[in-house]
């Protein structure tokens, strides 16, 4: 999340809230303009000048967190249109998955430099000595102006100034896309290029306007849990922390189950087997069948290299993220079980859809969103204090829990194959925010990373930095290393409770077909004979 509370991030959990309620109380889905109104009661507007526009935005959002898909200002029906695709206790919703509210951009200024009355017109001007283009103008009077017809945005002249007098600013949500995935569209606002978008979210926490959405679960989550369904909940290692220092990750569980799920698991259970698996990968497959690794756990990641660096994309390991790892246990000991999985990713809900996926993962709800259910049902965090828990957490080893901060998952996998192969020499290397893993794969697509594992973690800090926290980065990270340190597993090989778990059907299968299939089958085989090894030693 952004370090800063903001009205956005309270207009977003508003949202959440009031779906959660909805869906509680069986609310009229065909009268969501009263819902529109809880949220924005009275006359005067809360965080513009115009309440009726707020409203018609909120109106946007509240279907886009039913899962319905987002509409411009000239194609604005009643806020009911089509509500009665989603009113189902099943996943309904369908990509693109981010989505902008056109009417509620603001059509920001991009790549813009601009010279402030901050300027002294000091005589040595060496912002118009630098200008590659001769763009500025300079006089002892008015000092520095900027040609915009001949400026090229460099923003050279703003490095030199010595007042800082001239800015370079770009609109945030362009700014901040490591994929270079937003444009504009012929009015000026932004817009997304879903064949490069990844949906890592972080567009949505840095527009400071709201315009930018997801999709959401919540209330078909909600409507499978209340028909009665098994509901079993996987929560990402980086939930500790997310609801203040003085709630424990027991008690988070126990809120958890409290609203109606059957079973709470880590996630981290899945981070154990993934490690063991990515471990046999790299030992066998590295450097004779691939020249380096990557690790797979980060959808954003996974699927900017098969975006941008398709020639490389085979050199992703195939074991299947800890999500899925963890679905597929549940899975096979009861198939008729419901998954959810609670974490701080958006792009998680992208990687449920997937043909794999989709028997593994029912749903997928973000840390905020659950902070909404847990909100339409009355918990604060003073009150998730009180709770009684009804179990301790001991389902992942150490390492497994280190999954949710950066460089989490390369230790891992290195310290294994340290513990099991110490005769093999593992370098690994990871890149944090989506901009820094596209220049670690151009190093590697270079052939500068040969021999290596490597990570990459698209939100900055890993996944205690993911769009869908509500701690900010240093709370979670200190609730993280206790999380960790309070384990009993010090090691996957520790885990007890995947010693006699067969992962091999579950190696991550890609979209496309003929070449991945070999790619898949060879991975599949690696984790078969890591297994038999391991049976083989146990007996």
């Known amino acids: ?236 290692p980086s939930f500790v922390g997310q609801f203040g220092n003085k709630v424990s990750p027991e008690q988070i569980f126990e809120a958890i189950y409290q609203i109606g799920f059957t079973e709470v698991m880590e996630v981290g259970l899945g981070a154990d087997l993934t490690t063991l698996q990515e471990a046999e990968e790299f030992v066998h497959l590295v450097p004779d069948t691939r020249p380096f690794m990557g690790t797979s756990c980060c959808n954003s990641w996974s699927l900017m290299i098969q975006k941008i660096f398709p020639d490389i994309a085979p050199y992703v390991s195939e074991t299947a993220t800890p999500m899925i790892e963890t679905a597929y246990y549940i899975k096979q000991k009861n198939p008729d079980a419901k998954v959810t999985f609670i974490g701080p990713c958006i792009s998680k809900k992208l990687e449920a859809l997937r043909h794999y996926v989709k028997n593994y993962v029912d749903f997928v709800i973000t840390f905020e969103e659950l902070g909404g259910i847990l909100s339409a049902k009355g918990f604060t965090f003073e009150a998730m204090q009180e709770l009684e828990p009804r179990e301790t957490i001991q389902q992942a080893s150490k390492t497994a829990r280190g999954y949710a901060s950066g460089g989490g998952v390369a230790t891992a996998v290195a310290e294994l194959i340290a513990e099991k192969w110490p005769e093999v020499e593992v370098n690994y290397e990871g890149a944090e925010g989506l901009d820094n893993c596209v220049k670690l794969m151009k190093l590697a697509k270079a052939g500068k990373k040969n021999g290596m594992l490597l990570e990459g973690m698209a939100c900055e800090g890993g996944c205690l930095g993911g769009p869908g926290t509500l701690a900010a980065l240093n709370v979670a990270r200190r609730a993280l290393q206790k999380f960790k340190d309070d384990s009993t597993f010090a090691s996957p090989t520790n885990n007890e409770l995947i010693h006699h778990f067969d992962p091999e059907c579950i190696t991550r299968a890609k979209e496309s077909d003929h070449e991945e299939e070999h790619r898949v089958e060879v991975a599949a085989k690696v984790s078969k004979l890591a297994y038999e090894k391991r049976k083989q030693q146990e007996n």
């Open 1 to 236: 999340m952004k370090q800063v509370y903001s009205d956005v991030i309270a207009m977003r959990r508003d949202i959440f809230r009031e779906i959660a309620r909805l869906a509680y109380e069986d609310g009229d889905l065909h009268d969501l303009r009263q819902a529109v109104f809880n949220i924005l009661p009275g006359e005067s507007p809360l965080y513009g000048t115009d309440i009726f526009r707020e409203r018609a935005i909120a109106g946007e959002r509240l279907r886009l967190g039913l899962g319905l898909s987002v509409r411009d200002a000239g194609n604005l029906g009643p806020l009911d249109d089509d509500i009665d695709l989603i009113d189902a206790a099943h996943r309904v919703y369908e990509p693109p998955l981010v989505n902008v509210i056109p009417f509620a951009c603001q059509a920001c200024p991009t790549k813009t430099v601009s010279v402030t009355n901050n300027c002294r017109a000091c005589i040595g001007h060496p912002c118009k000595n630098v200008c590659p283009k001769d763009a500025i103008d300079w006089n002892s009077k008015d000092g520095a102006t900027i040609n915009e017809v001949l400026c090229i945005r460099c923003g050279r002249c703003a490095d030199y100034c010595p007042y800082n007098a001239i800015i370079k600013y770009d609109r945030p949500c362009a700014a901040n896309c490591g994929v270079k995935a937003i444009g504009s569209d012929d009015l000026g606002r932004a817009e997304i290029d879903h064949n490069k978008c990844v949906s890592c979210g972080r567009c949505i926490t840095e527009c400071p306007f709201g315009a930018i959405s997801d999709k959401s679960q919540i209330y078909q989550l909600i409507r499978s849990i209340k028909a009665g369904d098994h509901h079993v909940a996987i929560v990402a």
